[in-house]
Structure formats: structure tokens, C-alpha cells
């Protein structure tokens, strides 16, 4: 955490709700900081012009921003391989995006825009296994698809690297389905046994969680 507050500091901004956000050719109001989130800032946002609601990920860290957008860019020659229902779509990212506050710039960000996954329909693994009123058919069910989508990413070579329950989305439809998607893959690496038997040691943990 260290090496990050810095960066933050050095550029001077501290993002607060209803600072605007300019992110390429748009402009996207802060609405409300989600937590969870450790090395990078994450924000819901609305996209000015049209009311349409986004995450925005402010990462203070280029290479951490690089390696997020390089498995996107990744996911999108592979779709085969790893569908699309596996991870949140990339929207929009910039390495400049201008932070207005009150009508004045106050300075630069690095941002990723996704698709907003909304909660109430979206919940992370690690807050369902708090609520607890999650039948062990449902966890069964999440345990294999996660395991699906794990197995899928290393037969890519790709090393999630920050594997844990609040970095897992679960999603439950209306007819009983459930989505499992994995999200941030800042630290996410390509052909390293290092990080590839690090997921799988978290993989484990996390399962062995669910039952
Ligand atoms: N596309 C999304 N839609 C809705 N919520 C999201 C989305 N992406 C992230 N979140 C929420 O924001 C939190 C932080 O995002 P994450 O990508 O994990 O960043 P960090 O690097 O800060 O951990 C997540 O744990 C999740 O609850
Ligand atoms: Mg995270």
C-alpha cells in the first residue's frame, strides 16, 4: 500500500464524489466510491451525456493499469477460450484522464472504465459467504464454475496473480442460474509457474471455503 499512496500524493488528487472525470471523449461524474478495493480507487460513475452508469478504476500505478488492459485486450482474441460471461467488459481506459472539481482541472489520472455490474443483482464471493443464506447446492455450483474458469485461464498461460473472494462477482439470475465472473486483473501475468501455482494455492483455499 505504501508504494501506491505516493503516487497519489505526488499527483495531488484525492478523487471525491461529484468530481467529473474526463476518460477520452467523455465526461463521467464520481457518484460513489465502491469499497473493496486496495491498490486501485473504484468509483461508480455516470457517463454525463447520456445518464449511463460505469465502474471507473483510477489506478495510480501505470503498470498495474498495463497489465489490466493487456488481459482485456487479451480476453478479446481468445473469446473461445474464455467467454465473454467470465469477466466484466472493458469499456474505456486513460492514462490522462482529467479530474475537474468544480469547473478547474486539478490534475491527471490513469483510468479503467468497465461495465457496471449492478449490486443488486451482482454480489463478490467474499460478501455472499458472509450473509450466509447460501445453500451448499449454490456453492457447489460456484465451486465448479470457478474452477472452470481457472483451469481455462492457465490453459492460456494467464496467471490471475490476486486471486480471493473479492475478486470473484457471483451472479444470480431470475431462473436460478448463477454467473461467476472474475474481475481485476491488475497483477495478472503470462507465463509465470510462480504466479500460476500462487492462483492455484488461493483456488484451493477458496474451494476447499465452499464445501
Ligand atoms: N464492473 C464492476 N461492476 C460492479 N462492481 C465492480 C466492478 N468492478 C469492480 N467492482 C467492485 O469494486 C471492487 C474493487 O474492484 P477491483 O477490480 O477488485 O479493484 P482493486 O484493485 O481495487 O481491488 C470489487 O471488489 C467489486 O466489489
Ligand atoms: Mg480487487
Not at 460478501?127 to 492457465?154: M, W
Amino acid at each position: 500500500m505504501s508504494a501506491i499512496q505516493p503516487d497519489f500524493r505526488e499527483r495531488g488528487i484525492k478523487l471525491r464524489n461529484k468530481d467529473t472525470i474526463q476518460v477520452t471523449n467523455n465526461e463521467y461524474v464520481l457518484e460513489e466510491r465502491i469499497p473493496g478495493g486496495f491498490q486501485f480507487r473504484t468509483w461508480l460513475v455516470r457517463r454525463k451525456k447520456d445518464g449511463k452508469h460505469f465502474v471507473a478504476k483510477a489506478t495510480p500505478e501505470l503498470s498495474r493499469m498495463a497489465g489490466e488492459i493487456r488481459a482485456y485486450m487479451f480476453f478479446a482474441s481468445v473469446v473461445s477460450d474464455f467467454p465473454r460471461r467470465y469477466h466484466p467488459k472493458i469499456e474505456a481506459f486513460d492514462h490522462e484522464s482529467n479530474v475537474i472539481r468544480r469547473g478547474k482541472k486539478i490534475g491527471k489520472i490513469n483510468v479503467i472504465l468497465l461495465k457496471y455490474y449492478p449490486h443488486y443483482s451482482y454480489i463478490s464471493l467474499e460478501k455472499l459467504l458472509k450473509d450466509k443464506n447460501c445453500t451448499s447446492e449454490v456453492r457447489k455450483r460456484i465451486a465448479g464454475k470457478l474452477k472452470r474458469r481457472i483451469e481455462k485461464l492457465h490453459d492460456l498461460n494467464l496467471a490471475h496473480g490476486d486471486l480471493h473472494k473479492g475478486n470473484i462477482m457471483v451472479h444470480k439470475t431470475g431462473n436460478g442460474r448463477i454467473g461467476v465472473l472474475l474481475i481485476d486483473f491488475g497483477s495478472s501475468r503470462f507465463r509465470d509457474q510462480h504466479a500460476l501455482s500462487k492462483d492455484e494455492r488461493q483456488l484451493q483455499n477458496i474451494l476447499s471455503e465452499l464445501g
